[in-house]
């Protein structure tokens, strides 16, 4: 019967054991889930024969905490979580997160800066012979010389400041098994330089092996531009198939980066995600409340990794490569009958994908014996024609896990390409995620609006975006679906300048909330008794309370107090200046951002006028016959222009800007041409 590796020297006696193989140290609370990096690979290594303990979350300032399991017969594995620890730690404006999803409890300084550093060295205060081998997506980063954000600094190579033995990057499972079994041979670890997907010091490369020399660390440090060409060779050399041995050059020694592991095969995935995880947080946590991140993945299955989109400013190439590897439809499915019969399980398998969850195969046959091309990419600037767009597989899949007993829905929240979707010549799976696979709401990643910003990312144009959006709410109205795109949007991308950034402001300005992002911002409402919002409100809107039925879901009822004040909401929501009105004297806003009022008044307008049901439809025959006139209004976003001579005079405005900003255009005689929200409020 499966069950969690040894924590305590308690746990290994029961197990009649005397000493672990490998002591896997790791700065996350021991989940055994294969959606965490350290239970794959211990569990890897025990299908294999080996005796693995897991230390999670070691007191960083106590030696003692690294002893609990006695010294390993083969060596230390270290791994800094997840996600590496300073973006655990803190935000991209370097404020500190509050919260730590792989913490017991969620509790934040559990682990700390730069972990596996910090590990590694803690460990060596007490064993100083025995092999350290780190990996993990912060080795895998930093395995050279890097660029460090949080210190704006370079660094060197993660195997030098960690004073670890070897380092192993990528996905790890070939690499693992192949360093064990070479420890286990009686090899000294030193002599271990052989392994693809590792990274080793040496005082000189092999001579006898192909290796490209990279700018030296004190020519990266010294300028930036070998840096970016230091990069732009390793990042070459990501392929398993064609990348070369690559030497980083220091004072009097080398860093030797191996080639990538090869990608695995269809049954070597299947093996590592058959294996017997316990698929849950380890019980000694119950008492802080369990382990947050486990909630996000429990009911998720994966089904590849690797990603050919290759976005610039994306780990994902240098992690997992461009290949992508996935699982048979039979080892999937085996998952879910074993998620099905879970007690918490409610009939909702949350996710089935990866990095991104509509690709199910390698761009092309070719990539499989060659690997991919490094002269272009594979989605841009177009989609390669040699490219396979075909959905079918991921069809039939979500079809058969659609009719498994006990499962009510299957949804897709991994990040779909939505390109790579429109390439697909058939839309069945276009369809079928609209009809079937979204639950309420689908994310995408635009990253940018701006073409010239899109063209640095290495994003497909924003026509192609817009094109996947009309075709997508054309689908919702076709199958009587009422769901919401929540776009991914990146602002200050290298090559974005005030003008791109401005651009993508008003376009996020003009987007609107969806019911999840409305309810989310009326919580940040205090509520507060003295209500400054609601008495700086000209119209004299009920500002806290109909927040507070956002806050509920009870969209109908904000819209309720709103029209009793403030019939023309719609318009109101996009033009009133919130700004110096009610926002300025929201009490959120003495220490931070106030509450976006103005969205949350067009939100509620927006959600009322897509939801509220209609006596009937009335056609434009019905109107002209029953009227003596009839105006048809565009809307203050799509004001249209009458051609009427002197309209370019300075005195000569449009509605929109003399309603946006009325003190500007002040005057005693005002002529208002046009009708409806223009004469109204002019």
Same mark, same amino acid.
């Given at each position: ?20 193989? #490998? ?8 989940? +055994? ?120 600094? !370079? ?12 380092? !192993? ?18 090899? +000294? ?79 070597? !995935? ?80 949350? +996710? ?193 309370? #109909? ?136």
């Amino acid at each position: 019967m499966a069950e969690f590796l040894p924590i305590s020297k308690e746990d290994m006696n029961r197990r009649g054991w005397t000493q672990c193989d #490998f002591v896997y140290v790791v700065g996350d609370a021991y989940v +055994d889930h294969p959606s965490f990096g350290h239970a794959i690979i211990s569990r890897v290594l025990e299908s294999h024969g080996y005796k693995v303990g897991i230390i999670s979350q070691p007191d960083w300032k106590d030696p003692d905490s690294v002893s609990v399991l006695g010294q390993p017969r083969l060596g230390f594995l270290v791994c800094g979580g997840n996600m590496d620890s300073m973006v655990n730690h803190y935000s991209v404006s370097r404020h500190h997160r509050k919260t730590d999803a792989y913490t017991p409890g969620g509790v934040m300084g559990k682990r700390p800066d730069y972990a596996t550093t910090v590990y590694c060295n803690l460990i060596r205060q007490t064993y100083k012979d025995v092999p350290i081998l780190i990996g993990g997506i912060e080795a895998s980063l930093r395995r050279l010389g890097h660029y460090d954000y949080w210190s704006d600094t !370079m660094k060197r190579s993660i195997l030098l400041d960690s004073q670890a033995d070897l380092l !192993m990057y990528g996905m790890g499972e070939k690499t693992i098994v192949e360093v064990a079994d070479a420890l286990n041979s009686g090899l +000294d670890v030193k002599d271990i330089t052989y392994i693809d997907g590792t990274v080793f010091k040496t005082r000189e490369p092999d001579d006898s092996l192909p290796t490209v020399t990279l700018p030296s660390f004190a020519e990266i440090k010294a300028d930036r531009r070998r840096y970016a060409e230091s990069f732009k060779i390793q990042y070459a050399n990501c392929d398993p198939f064609t990348a070369k041995r690559l030497a980083e050059p220091y004072d009097n020694f080398f860093v030797v980066q191996n080639p990538p592991q090869k990608p695995l095969t269809t049954a070597e !995935m299947d093996a590592v995600y058959d294996l017997p995880y316990m698929r849950a947080y380890h019980p000694s946590y119950e008492k802080a409340g369990g382990v947050p991140a486990i909630e996000e993945v429990k009911f998720s299955l994966v089904s590849n990794r690797g990603c050919f989109g290759a976005c610039s400013f994306c780990a994902l190439t240098f992690h997992q490569g461009r290949i992508v590897q996935t699982r048979s439809h039979e080892s999937i499915l085996r998952e879910a009958e074993i998620m099905v019969k879970d007690r918490d399980f409610k009939g909702y398998i949350h +996710d089935v994908g990866g990095p991104t969850a509509n690709f199910r195969h390698p761009a092309c046959e070719k990539q499989l014996s060659k690997g991919a091309c490094g002269g272009r990419q594979c989605l841009y600037p177009t989609p390669c024609k040699n490219m396979n767009a075909d959905h079918s597989d991921y069809v039939a899949l979500l079809r058969k896990l659609r009719k498994l007993p006990g499962v009510k829905k299957v949804f897709v929240r991994s990040g779909i390409r939505f390109d790579y979707l429109l390439a697909d010549k058939k839309d069945t799976f276009f369809r079928e995620l609209v009809q079937y696979h979204i639950s309420g709401q689908l994310k995408v990643a635009p990253e940018h609006v701006s073409d010239a910003v899109l063209a640095r990312m290495g994003k497909p144009k924003n026509a192609v975006y817009n094109q996947f959006v009309e075709k997508y709410f054309a689908l919702n109205r076709q199958y009587g679906m009422n769901q919401y795109l929540v776009p991914y949007l990146m602002s200050s991308h290298p090559g974005s300048t005030l003008k791109e950034a401005v651009e993508l402001a008003e376009y996020i300005r003009d987007m609107g909330y969806n019911p999840e992002q409305a309810m989310q911002e009326a919580e940040r409402c205090l509520n507060c008794p003295d209500r400054y919002c609601a008495a700086h409100c000209p119209a004299h809107n009920y500002i806290p309370e #109909f927040i507070a039925e956002i806050r509920a879901g009870r969209f109908d009822r904000a819209w309720e107090l709103l029209a009793c004040t403030n019939p023309m909401m719609e318009l109101s929501g996009r033009v009133c200046p919130y700004e110096c009105q009610c926002e300025s004297h929201c009490t959120r806003g003495i220490k931070g951002e106030p509450v976006a009022i103005g969205k949350l008044e067009r939100f509620v307008a927006d959600w009322h006028r897509a939801n509220a049901a209609l006596e009937r439809d009335i056609t434009l025959d019905e109107l002209v016959h029953d009227n003596d006139a009839v105006f048809l209004a565009t809307g203050a976003e799509r004001p249209v222009e009458l051609n009427l001579p002197g309209r370019e005079l300075a005195q000569v405005v449009q509605a929109r800007d003399y309603l946006t900003h009325p003190e500007t255009y002040s005057g005693k005689r005002v002529l208002v041409i046009g009708g409806g929200n223009t004469a109204i409020d002019a």
